[in-house]
């Protein structure tokens, strides 16, 4: 401090000292920030890294996963083919096959292929031999697991009508009821807070007493309202090793499920019979006796719950044959306002047996191969992920089913018609063919 003229004092050094502590702190305070923003990109950038080579890793290990049910696949339809040939040869390539898919062990594709790893569970993906990008990621199937009998079959109805064709085939083992869950939350769209409605829209279309003709709501207002679906739910069967076409079609029933609160076919005890339902005339002049004039086939009103997790309605359906043996089964199901979700079990009424996968039901009887499960685990280095899938052949699920079907001795004269009024269909053909000097049986398309 220096004292000047006239008693005033000087502090231009002291201010010269303040200057340059401030300058310190704004160097120190920007190093600081530069600092910290770049160890915050670095961890960032790190972290961006490690999430995209945990997806890498996380979609090698699935496309591994992936690649060992291809493979099962591939043993499938060798084990079906083995088994519809009977071909059960000591030391053949069917016994190995046979072997390996009943021990239901992790080694199932190695032993059934013969890979030369022998009782190993891995199984290496690769596509040559050379170090290409699947053997850096060490990608591997560890573990393949196949059941070709199982107690369900799952599936979704398809474009709301067309008809799912359901082989109910088993190992020699006789059923007379099906299981039928269907309908879950999703199906129907909603949301968090919406609440599915499972009333009659009104008494002539489910209840009171039956009219040639029942009201339904139209697609839009089924669809505003949140309600269900209607099922039909159908059943072909046959005797095997020889068709008759009176039986089969007086066999042949359908019967429409409608989604309500207070309905039959809950459990097993009030099993729907399709005995009861479609009471329609057969092909033959035979066994007409107790036909009325109508046969409407009405819906059934079955009873159905909210429930978030699964299924929300379940219905028990008994065979025309009951356990007839030496029976081939069919199912067939469609769906109309909406395609549903389902799951198919075959009972037999008469078992006690808990099920395997609910010990709540009794008398379950396993599918064999209609759609087996395929349990596989994909490692890709140190990242592992699981594929439980359900697989079913081409003559399962695409095998023909006709919507409708005619069989006649002679000629047949078909009269389509395209119209809006029902007043306009009339069925002239038949006359118009006989005027002209010829003979046949007129059929009016609607």
């Not at 200057?19 to 310190?24: D, E, F, I, Y």
């Not at 089913?401 to 809006?420: I, S, W």
Request: some cysteine; overall charge negative; charged content about 20%.
């Amino acid at each position: 401090m220096i004292k000047a003229k006239g008693g005033r004092m000087k502090y231009q050094h002291m201010r010269n000292e303040q200057n340059g502590a401030v300058s310190l702190f704004v160097v120190i305070f920007t190093a600081l920030l530069f600092v910290a923003v770049t160890v915050g990109f670095t961890v960032l950038m790190l972290s961006d890294q490690q999430a995209a080579t945990d997806n890498d890793l996380a979609q090698s290990a699935l496309d591994s996963a992936n690649a060992g049910t291809e493979d099962a696949k591939r043993v499938l339809a060798q084990y079906a083919d083995c088994q519809e040939r009977a071909l059960t040869t000591p030391g053949s390539n069917c016994e190995k096959i046979r072997t390996a898919v009943n021990r239901n062990e992790c080694n199932t594709i190695n032993v059934a292929l013969g890979s030369a790893s022998g009782d190993q569970s891995e199984r290496k993906i690769q596509q040559s031999e050379a170090n290409d990008n699947a053997s850096a990621l060490q990608q591997a199937y560890t573990c393949v697991k196949i059941t070709p009998n199982t107690e369900t079959y799952v599936g979704k109805t398809r474009n709301e009508g067309d008809i799912r064709l359901i082989p109910l085939k088993t190992d020699g083992a006789q059923f007379d009821v099906v299981k039928i869950s269907w309908l879950k939350r999703e199906d129907m769209e909603l949301g968090a807070g919406d609440t599915p409605e499972f009333t009659p829209p009104n008494d002539d279309a489910v209840t009171g007493a039956p009219e040639p003709y029942q009201r339904l709501l139209t697609k839009t207002e089924w669809r505003e309202q949140n309600r269900g679906a209607v099922l039909r739910v159908g059943a072909l069967q046959y005797q095997a090793g020889g068709v008759n076409l009176n039986e089969l079609d007086d066999k042949s029933r359908a019967v429409f499920l409608y989604s309500g609160r207070a309905g039959l076919g809950n459990q097993q005890a009030n099993a729907i019979d399709l005995n009861n339902v479609d009471n329609h005339r057969p092909l033959t002049a035979a066994d007409q006796s107790n036909l009325s004039g109508l046969a409407v086939n009405y819906p059934a009103e079955v009873r159905c719950g909210d429930a978030p997790q699964g299924f929300m309605c379940h219905t028990y359906v008994r065979l025309p044959s009951g356990m007839t043996p030496n029976q081939l089964h069919y199912l067939t199901l469609a769906s109309v306002y909406r395609d549903t979700s389902f799951e198919v079990s075959l009972i037999n009424s008469t078992d006690s047996t808990p099920c395997k996968n609910n010990t709540a039901e009794t008398g379950c009887v396993e599918f064999k191969n209609v759609q087996p499960e395929i349990d596989v685990t994909g490692r890709a280095n140190n990242v592992f992920r699981r594929v439980v899938s359900r697989v079913e052949s081409a003559d399962a699920s695409e095998a023909p089913y006709p919507r409708a079907a005619l069989g006649v001795a002679g000629d047949v004269c078909k009269n389509f018609v395209v119209t809006d009024a029902p007043d306009d269909y009339k069925d002239d053909a038949a006359t118009d063919a006989i005027a002209q000097g010829g003979s046949c049986r007129s059929l009016t398309t609607f």
